[in-house]
């Protein structure tokens, strides 16, 4: 069982920065590919970012060069740093932890980021 809780979402006006955290507990954190994910009002959820165990990221293209995703083993912690924001990026940001080997996963409750003006 693992345990996720994001933070750091808010309101930020277009061109502005946020980071977000992903603070995980109860297992062993380098067993999981971490992930940021959004939904927004009336949207399916879609990826934003994941990265392995051993630091290697994907994005979204709609992401790319904006957002950094990174993850600190030794604190249990994924990061998602946003900037340049645009009012496209409102939504509920989600974490999510896959294990590496199994079949399963852990989802976050969310961090709203709003993006506007």
């Known amino acids: 069982q693992v345990q996720l809780v994001e933070s750091g979402g808010g309101l930020v006006q277009p061109g502005g920065s946020l980071r977000l955290s992903c603070a995980a507990s109860?297992?062993?954190?380098?067993?999981?590919?971490m992930g940021w994910y959004r939904q927004a009002p009336g949207k399916q959820r879609e990826l934003v970012a994941t990265?392995?165990?051993?630091?290697?990221?994907t994005y979204a293209d709609s992401v790319k060069g904006r957002f950094t995703i990174s993850r600190d083993n030794a604190k249990n912690t994924v990061y998602l740093q946003l900037n340049s924001l645009k009012p496209e990026d409102t939504a509920v940001y989600y974490c999510?932890?896959?294990?590496?080997?199994?079949?399963?996963?852990?989802w976050g409750q969310g961090t709203q980021v709003t993006v506007s003006s």
């Open positions: 999510k932890a896959s294990h590496r080997y199994l079949n399963y996963y852990y």
């Open positions: 109860g297992s062993i954190f380098s067993l999981y590919v």
């Open positions: 990265i392995t165990s051993g630091a290697s990221p």
